[in-house]
Nanobody
Framework: QVQLVESGGGLVQAGGSLRLSCAAS????????MGWFRQAPGKEREFVAA????????FYADSVKGRFTISRSNAKNTLYLQMNSLKPEDTAVYYC?????????????????WGQGTQVTVSS
């Protein structure tokens, strides 16, 4: 079992940057594939990025590739999402999630544990 708490969201102008963090409780963080998802008002939750347990493999949605970077510190039980060159269409609630199975990086159903979300608003 792992509990997740996101932080770092806020209001930023287009072109700006934010760094999201996700603090995980429990001793098994290093065994989970971790992901970031987002949900804009009136839209379904969508995949943003994922990272393998060791951090050696990363996956990104096409819409954020080249602008966002996912990383993790297993020593600190923390997941990160560095977001650069932000656009108004990046506005959403961002969630971190833990996948205990591996595989299906973009599949919401593979993730068993979710944080409460943090709001990111990008103004034009």
């Amino acid at each position: 079992q792992v509990q997740l708490v996101e932080s770092g969201g806020g209001l930023v102008q287009a072109g700006g940057s934010l760094r999201l963090s996700c603090a995980a409780s429990g001793r098994t963080f290093s065994t989970y594939r971790m992901g970031w998802f987002r949900q804009a008002p009136g839209k379904e939750r969508e995949f943003v990025a994922a990272i393998t347990p060791s951090g050696g493999g990363t996956f990104y949605a096409d819409s954020v590739k080249g602008r966002f970077t996912i990383s993790r510190s297993n020593a600190k039980n923390t997941l990160y999402l560095q977001m650069n060159s932000l656009k108004p269409e990046d506005t959403a609630v961002y969630y971190c999630a833990a996948n205990p199975r591996g595989g299906g990086a973009q599949v919401i159903g593979m993730y068993d544990h979710w944080g409460q979300g943090t709001q990111v608003t990008v103004s034009s």
